[in-house]
Structure formats: C-alpha cells, structure tokens
T-cell receptor, first 115, second 110 residues
Framework: AQSVTQLGSHVSVSEGALVLLRCNYS??????LFWYVQYPNQGLQLLLK??????LVKGINGFEAEFKKSETSFHLTKPSAHMSDAAEYFC?????????????FGKGTLLTVNP | DGGITQSPKYLFRKEGQNVTLSCEQN?????MYWYRQDPGQGLRLIYY???????QKGDIAEGYSVSREKKESFPLTVTSAQKNPTAFYLC?????????FGQGTRLTVV
C-alpha cells in the first residue's frame, strides 16, 4: 500500500527565507507525486507534479521539488518566502496515472511566514 | 469555465437528519472522489468512483453513501449513522495525472 509522511505539521519561516517542506513516500511501483496548496476554507490547488522524466520539477509561485528515488523523497522548496505563501501544503502519491489509481495524501504542513 | 462545483459552501444539519452534498464536474473525468478534512488529519478518503454506476468505499465510508448515475455528478449523503459529521468535505475528479478539487462544503451539526 502507498503512503505519505510529511515531516513537521507546522513550519515557520521569515519573509525572504528559504522554504523547505519535507515529504517521504512509500510505493511498490514508480510513483506519481504531487504537491498541493490549500488556503483557508478553500479547495486544494496543484503546485507541481512529478510523473516521469526530469526529477527536478518546477511549479507555480516559484516552488520546485526534486524526486529522489533512493531517498523516497519529494521535498518542496522555494528560495525566498513571501507573505502570500502562508497556507497549508499537502504532498500526495499515486502508483500510476489514470482513474484506476487512488491518490493518497499526507497530513499536511501548515506554513507560517513572519514579517 | 471547466472545473468542479460543490454546493452548498456552508451547510447546517440537525442531529438525526440526512444531508446531501452536491458535486458536479465538466472536465469529462472518469474518476471522482470524496474526502473529509479535519484539523491535523489531512484528507481521508470516503468514497471514490472510477466509472459511472460504480463506486468503492474508501477508508472512512461508515455513515456515508454515494451514487454515480451520471459522469458529471457524484453526490455524497451524510446519514444519521455518521457519529461525528462536522467537517470540511472536498470533492475531486481525476483524469490521467493530477486531481482537481472543488471549493469544499463545510458541514456543521447543530
């Protein structure tokens, strides 16, 4: 069975500092990996995804993530935090593409950005 | 615009009543999902459907029911058997890669 672990339920950074949100996964086959962002009382919005090919993927709002198979990780980074980045972030894994495969989510990491 | 529409955004229910949450998509996706979100617990899968007229239980299906009579629609009924229904409910649909989410329905039992 696939699973996702997000290390740190709450991360706090200063504006302009590096953002690093950690995600480790387990999957019996090469995974599809996703990061989503959620603002209060809203749905989830896709930040970026890894399916195949280049292991460093770039997303919206300056975020990027690197798929490291040997470490079973897919950590999310942004070089310089902005106040508007304050939100909850979810990592998700799927064993493949298509409607036959479920998405499994981590418990989320709440990012706080201090002025 | 293409997307997923959930309604209503806020819903209040008296104890012992059934309520139905609406989810409609115009993305032509086969798969649709219902998740429940509680603080600190992430998203937990209630039910999912991979095709019309077929659906499967997720991890927390007790006290919930669904139907999938049309590709576009996947309504969720929260029954009186659900002991703690107050939560934020999210509907999603999926094509080949990522899932797309609605804006959610916040259900409160009063």
């Amino acid at each position: 069975a696939q699973s996702v672990t997000q290390l740190g339920s709450h991360v706090s950074v200063s504006e302009g500092a590096l953002v690093l949100l950690r995600c480790n996964y387990s999957s019996s086959v090469p995974p599809y990996l996703f990061w989503y962002v959620q603002y209060p009382n809203q749905g989830l919005q896709l930040l970026l995804k890894y399916t195949t090919g280049a292991t460093l993927v770039k997303g919206i709002n300056g975020f990027e993530a690197e798929f490291k198979k040997s470490e079973t990780s897919f950590h999310l980074t942004k070089p310089s935090a902005h106040m508007s980045d304050a939100a909850e972030y979810f990592c998700a894994v799927s064993e493949s593409g298509g409607s036959n495969y479920k998405l499994t989510f981590g418990k989320g990491t709440l990012l706080t950005v201090n002025p | 615009d293409g997307g997923i529409t959930q309604s209503p955004k806020y819903l209040f229910r008296k104890e012992g009543q059934n309520v139905t949450l609406s989810c409609e998509q115009n993305l032509n996706h086969d798969a649709m999902y219902w998740y429940r979100q509680d603080p600190g617990q992430g998203l937990r899968l209630i039910y999912y459907s991979q095709i019309v007229n077929d659906f499967q239980k997720g991890d927390i299906a007790e006290g919930y029911s669904v139907s999938r009579e049309k590709k576009e629609s996947f309504p969720l009924t929260v029954t009186s058997a659900q002991k703690n229904p107050t939560a934020f409910y999210l509907c999603a649909s999926r094509g080949y890669t990522e899932a797309f989410f609605g804006q959610g329905t916040r259900l409160t039992v009063v």
